[in-house]
């Protein structure tokens, strides 16, 4: 039996289950680090596709990603523009930004084999649909397995070798395979079957960052940011349990260990943004000059239209769309925050 997304089943089977090819499609920072650290561990036959020939020329010249230029990509990587070598993989790790994936899959689906299993690496919810990147998959990719992997987890350190934990969730299949194959001794999984949760925890904890970010660049202080962090926690949980994820999940590596690290490494993408828009930089200008994804700059609006459909409060994530999109000047928005009624803190 082959289990969607979604958990249906229908009988199949995975039809390359015995092809030993791990595809990463997305030549960004962190799809070229996963990719670097599994060739290194020389498991499996490992492709790393990119749909720009010309950036994927450079990268097999120089043997190199531009923003992770001091991490050499290892002889054993293959880093390919052909689509072909897709449908040789058993599995495809999707490491490609949020808004862009729809299109993408649409554009690959017949490339990937039949049975080849995908884990979403993706931190977002798409625009318009509100969906996490798992359904966005299973929308375009056809029946397969579909899980996604998760956690406090940033590119600079990873091709530098150090250890980190993440959260593969998904089906027991699929996470068999993932540990079989992705799992190594400073690349470290856990497992779950709690697929929304995953997903949500590394989604929304983008929208606490900027939060966090505009903390800090205001000089708020530490104890300011941290109650940011934490009520930003609890809103995640929040919204998080509407949509059926369990509150261990959000107190795991894909919640609280994927918040702390984002709020705090000088890595963040979304705390930088933070700190820019707390400088006084034009969020729009600010995104448009990046090189990077800041996702939480997007998953703002669709996590204040899902609180909508779900009946559910988020007081910082709205403050963060009005900044963000409709302008609002930062010292208002926390002034609003700080002046809200006092409440029964809630878990």
């Known amino acids: 039996m082959t289990v969607t997304a979604s958990g249906a089943m229908w009988p199949g089977s995975l039809a390359c289950a015995a092809m030993p090819t791990t595809a990463v499609i997305g030549t960004g920072t962190w799809g070229t680090a996963v990719a670097l650290v599994l060739a290194r ?10 749909r720009d020939p010309a950036k994927v020329a450079e990268m097999r010249r120089s043997r190199r990603q531009a923003l992770l230029a001091d991490a ?17 993989a058993d599995l495809v790790l999707w490491a490609v930004p949020t808004q862009h994936s729809r299109a993408l899959a649409s554009t690959l689906a017949t490339d ?6 995908v884990l979403s690496l993706a931190k977002g919810l798409e625009q318009g649909s509100l969906a996490r990147v798992s359904e966005v998959l299973a929308a375009t990719l056809g029946r397969r397995r579909i899980g996604c992997l998760s956690g406090p987890s940033h590119a600079e350190e990873v091709v530098r070798g150090l250890p980190l934990c993440l959260v593969v969730a998904g089906d027991d299949a699929l996470t068999r395979v993932a540990l079989a194959r992705v799992h190594a001794r400073t690349f470290r999984l856990y497992t779950t079957a709690d697929l929304p949760g995953v997903e949500l925890g590394g989604a929304l904890k983008n929208v606490v960052a900027v939060a966090a970010g505009i903390c800090e660049g205001l000089g708020l202080g ?17 919204l998080a349990r509407a949509m059926g994820a369990h509150d261990a999940t959000l107190a795991g590596m894909a919640g609280v260990g ?5 709020c705090y490494s000088r890595h963040g993408r979304n705390r930088a943004l933070g700190l820019a828009i707390a ?12 090189r990077m994804v800041a996702e939480g700059a997007w998953t703002c609006r669709a996590a204040v239209e899902l609180a909508r459909r779900h009946g559910v409060d988020l007081p910082i994530a709205c403050e963060v769309e009005s900044v963000i999109w409709r302008a609002k000047p930062v010292t208002q928005a926390i002034d609003d925050l700080l002046s809200r009624a006092p409440k029964e803190e809630d878990a």
């Open 41 to 50: 561990a020389g498991h499996d036959r490992v492709v790393l596709y990119g």
């Open 222 to 238: 530490d104890n300011t940011k941290a109650a940011m962090i934490t009520r930003g926690l609890a809103e995640i949980r929040r």
């Open 279 to 290: 400088s006084g930089n034009s969020p729009q200008q600010y995104l448009a000059n990046q």
């Open 72 to 88: 050499e990509l290892p002889a054993a990587l293959e880093v390919t523009a052909d689509r072909g070598v897709l449908r040789e």
């Open 112 to 117: 990937l084999a039949p049975g080849a299993m």
């Open 258 to 262: 994927d918040l702390m690290t984002t």
